[in-house]
T-cell receptor, first 111, second 113 residues
Framework: RKEVEQDPGPFNVPEGATVAFNCTYSNSASQSFFWYRQDCRKEPKLLMSVYSSGNEDGRFTAQLNRASQYISLLIRDSKLSDSATYLCVVGMDTGRRALTFGSGTRLQVQP | DGGITQSPKYLFRKEGQNVTLSCEQNLNHDAMYWYRQDPGQGLRLIYYSQIVNDFQKGDIAEGYSVSREKKESFPLTVTSAQKNPTAFYLC????????????FGPGTRLTVL
């Protein structure tokens, strides 16, 4: 089982749609959680950190469910510019002090 | 401007050659990382360093080497022992421990001819 699992997609949605991505992680002792965005042939960029209480940044909402080891990202009112790959990222302090990246979910917003 | 720089952006190598990829940061971050990304794949950790003069192997360290002589610099050498070196190489840094937010450089695309 992968440490961080995501549906690879692609998710093809029309402009204005609401889309949700899910991610599961295997290590219950994981400490930090993030969503990164990666455009084609570019570096990943931090979209938002994910907190147990959930957090929102404009059209983006992230949720963490520690009991189910599940992270979600909701994008409302999708824009063409939201088209990218979204990476679920988990920090597991297992002695290897580095983040673990999911393979990403590709989103294509269509006009 | 603060940030992470990588050079070169594109690199072509003949089989059997060693090449060194540069990564520099002026964010005063303690930790630095090297990842490899293959088409349609996620990021895989090659090496990481939590502090100057110390570094640790990641998941795919074979055929690679690093040094961390200065806080701001973490060069990666791709040796001839790396059998499939063609990939997108990303350097990252973080202010603190390994579970902290990481910030990425623009990457180097290495192609073996």
């Amino acid at each position: 089982r992968k440490e961080v699992e995501q549906d690879p997609g692609p998710f093809n949605v029309p402009e204005g749609a609401t889309v949700a991505f899910n991610c599961t992680y295997s290590n219950s002792a994981s400490q930090s959680f993030f969503w990164y965005r990666q455009d084609c042939r570019k570096e990943p960029k931090l979209l938002m950190s994910v907190y147990s209480s959930g957090n929102e940044d404009g059209r983006f909402t992230a949720q963490l469910n520690r009991a189910s080891q599940y992270i979600s990202l909701l994008i409302r009112d999708s824009k063409l510019s939201d088209s990218a790959t979204y990476l679920c990222v988990v920090g597991m302090d297992t002695g290897r002090r580095a983040l673990t990246f999911g393979s990403g979910t590709r989103l294509q917003v269509q006009p | 401007d603060g940030g992470i720089t990588q050079s070169p952006k594109y690199l072509f190598r003949k089989e059997g050659q060693n090449v060194t990829l540069s990564c520099e940061q002026n964010l005063n971050h303690d930790a630095m990382y090297w990842y490899r990304q293959d088409p349609g794949q996620g990021l895989r950790l090659i090496y990481y360093s939590q502090i100057v003069n110390d570094f640790q192997k990641g998941d795919i360290a074979e055929g690679y080497s690093v040094s961390r002589e200065k806080k701001e610099s973490f060069p990666l050498t791709v040796t001839s022992a790396q059998k499939n070196p063609t990939a997108f190489y990303l350097c990252a840094s973080s202010p603190g421990p390994g579970t902290d937010t990481q910030y990425f450089g623009p990457g180097t695309r290495l192609t073996v001819l």
